[in-house]
C-alpha cells in the first residue's frame, strides 16, 4: 500500500524555551526566516506525502492561522508590487497537500499525539515526523524511509548515532545485524536509558515510518519516562509481533527542539540564506577574532 499520510505532532508544550512559548507555538520559531514546521510541512511533500494531520493543542492557533491566506497581506503586496514577498507569502497556503487539524486536550506525551490520529490514517501504513527536528539530505529522511518500506512492507523508525553524554536524553536502539547497509533488525527500543545501561547509541530521531497496529497498541500503553505515553515504548512491544526496522540517517539533522540546537541551526541556515549569508558570514570571523583576543588576556 502506497504510504500516503503524514502526522506532525505539535501538541507538547516547549518547555524548553519558555517564557517565549508561554503563547506562542513553539513549531513556529522562525528558521531565519521560515517557521520550523513549514520546513516539516515541505519535506512531506518533497517525500510525496498527499495529506498531513497536524495535532495541536492550547496556545498553538499560529499554525492553523500561519498556513492560511490573510487576503488583506496580499493584497497590500499586491498593489506596492512586492511580487518576491507576495511568493513567499503565498507559498504558504499553495504548498501541494492537504492539511488537516486535530486537538491533543492533554500533552500526555508523544505516544498520546499519534493516537489522536487513529481515525484519519484508518488502515494505512504512514508517517510521524517531529516538528523539532529538521533534516537535511540529498533525498529526504521521509521518502528514505518510504524507499525503505516498498521493499519490506515494515515499519521502520530512523536512528542517528549521537555522543553517549546525550543517550539519556533519547529513545535507544539495541540493533542486531544489518539487513542492508544502514538497515537493523532490533532486539529492543529502550526510552531514555542511563548511559550505562544503553544498549548503543543509536537514537532515535523524528521520523518514523509505522503501520497502523500501533494503534491499538498506543490504546493500552501504559505511561513511562516521565509519565508520558511513550510513542518509543508503544513501538516496543509492536517490535515483538512484527518487524520493525531501524534505518541509520547518515545526513544532517538540526534539533530545534532546545536553545542550544535552535541557535545553532540559525547561523547554519543564516549561512546559506541569500539575504544573510555575506553579513553574517563576516560578523562571524569579526566575533571569533574577538573572542579569541579576549581569551588570550
Ligand atoms: P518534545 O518533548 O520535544 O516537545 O516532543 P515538548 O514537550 O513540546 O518540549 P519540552 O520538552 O517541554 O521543551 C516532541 C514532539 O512531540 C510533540 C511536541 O509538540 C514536539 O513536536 N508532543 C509532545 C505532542 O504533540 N504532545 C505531547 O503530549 C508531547
Same mark, same amino acid.
Given at each position: 500500500?502506497?504510504?500516503?499520510?503524514?502526522?506532525?505532532?505539535?501538541? *507538547? $508544550? @516547549?518547555?524548553?524555551? /519558555?517564557? !517565549?512559548?508561554?503563547?506562542? #507555538?513553539? =513549531?513556529?520559531?522562525?528558521?531565519?526566516?521560515?517557521?520550523?514546521?513549514?520546513?516539516?510541512?515541505?519535506?512531506?511533500?518533497?517525500?510525496?506525502?498527499?495529506?498531513?494531520?497536524?495535532?495541536?493543542?492550547?496556545?498553538?492557533?499560529?499554525?492553523?492561522?500561519?498556513?492560511?491566506?490573510?487576503?488583506?497581506?496580499?493584497?497590500?503586496?499586491?498593489?506596492?508590487?512586492?511580487?518576491?514577498?507576495?511568493?513567499?507569502?503565498?507559498?504558504?497556503?499553495?504548498?501541494?497537500?492537504?492539511?488537516?487539524?486535530?486537538?491533543?486536550?492533554?500533552?500526555? *506525551? $508523544? @505516544?498520546?499525539?499519534? /493516537?489522536? !490520529?487513529?481515525?484519519?490514517? #484508518?488502515? =494505512?501504513?504512514?508517517?510521524?515526523?517531529?516538528?523539532?527536528?529538521?533534516?537535511?539530505?540529498?533525498?529526504?529522511?521521509?521518502?528514505?524511509?518510504?524507499?525503505?518500506?516498498?521493499?519490506?512492507?515494515?515499519?521502520?523508525?530512523?536512528?542517528?548515532?549521537?555522543?553517549?553524554?546525550?543517550?539519556?536524553?533519547?529513545?535507544?536502539?539495541?540493533?542486531?545485524?544489518?539487513?542492508?547497509?544502514?538497515?537493523?533488525?532490533?532486539?529492543?527500543?529502550?526510552?531514555?536509558?542511563?548511559?550505562?545501561?544503553?544498549?548503543?547509541?543509536?537514537?532515535?530521531? *523524528?521520523?518514523?515510518?509505522?503501520?497502523?497496529?500501533?494503534?491499538?497498541?498506543?490504546?493500552?500503553?501504559?505511561?513511562?519516562?516521565?509519565?508520558?505515553?511513550?510513542?518509543?515504548?508503544?513501538?516496543?512491544?509492536?517490535?515483538?509481533?512484527?518487524?520493525?526496522?531501524?534505518?541509520?540517517?547518515?545526513?544532517?539533522?538540526?534539533?530545534?527542539?532546545?536553545?542550544?540546537?535552535?541557535?545553532?541551526?540559525?547561523?547554519?541556515?543564516?549561512?546559506?540564506?541569500?539575504?544573510?549569508?555575506?553579513?553574517?558570514?563576516?560578523?562571524?570571523?569579526?566575533?571569533?577574532?574577538?573572542?579569541?583576543?579576549?581569551?588570550?588576556?
Amino acid at each position: 500500500m502506497k504510504v500516503r499520510k503524514a502526522i506532525i505532532p505539535a501538541a *507538547g $508544550l @516547549g518547555t524548553r524555551f /519558555l517564557p !517565549a512559548t508561554k503563547a506562542l #507555538a513553539k =513549531e513556529m520559531l522562525p528558521i531565519v526566516d521560515k517557521p520550523t514546521i513549514q520546513f516539516i510541512v515541505e519535506e512531506a511533500k518533497a517525500s510525496g506525502i498527499e495529506d498531513i494531520l497536524i495535532i495541536t493543542g492550547k496556545n498553538k492557533r499560529s499554525i492553523e492561522d500561519h498556513f492560511d491566506s490573510v487576503p488583506e497581506l496580499e493584497q497590500n503586496l499586491s498593489e506596492k508590487h512586492k511580487t518576491e514577498l507576495l511568493k513567499v507569502v503565498q507559498s504558504t497556503t499553495d504548498l501541494g497537500v492537504n492539511l488537516y487539524y486535530s486537538r491533543q486536550a492533554h500533552p500526555n *506525551g $508523544l @505516544g498520546d499525539a499519534v /493516537l489522536q !490520529a487513529k481515525s484519519f490514517i #484508518a488502515d =494505512e501504513p504512514f508517517i510521524v515526523m517531529l516538528g523539532d527536528d529538521l533534516m537535511s539530505d540529498k533525498v529526504p529522511l521521509t521518502k528514505q524511509l518510504i524507499d525503505d518500506y516498498e521493499k519490506t512492507h515494515s515499519s521502520t523508525i530512523a536512528v542517528m548515532r549521537v555522543p553517549d553524554k546525550d543517550v539519556s536524553k533519547y529513545g535507544i536502539i539495541d540493533p542486531e545485524q544489518e539487513q542492508v547497509p544502514g538497515l537493523y533488525n532490533v532486539k529492543n527500543f529502550v526510552e531514555k536509558p542511563d548511559v550505562a545501561d544503553a544498549p548503543s547509541n543509536l537514537a532515535i530521531i *523524528g521520523r518514523y515510518l509505522l503501520t497502523p497496529e500501533i494503534f491499538d497498541l498506543l490504546e493500552s500503553q501504559e505511561p513511562g519516562a516521565g509519565n508520558e505515553i511513550q510513542l518509543t515504548d508503544a513501538i516496543d512491544r509492536m517490535n515483538k509481533t512484527q518487524r520493525v526496522f531501524a534505518h541509520e540517517f547518515k545526513g544532517d539533522r538540526f534539533d530545534v527542539g532546545n536553545k542550544f540546537g535552535y541557535v545553532k541551526t540559525n547561523i547554519d541556515y543564516g549561512l546559506v540564506h541569500p539575504e544573510v549569508k555575506d553579513e553574517l558570514e563576516t560578523y562571524i570571523l569579526d566575533l571569533a577574532e574577538k573572542i579569541q583576543k579576549k581569551n588570550k588576556k
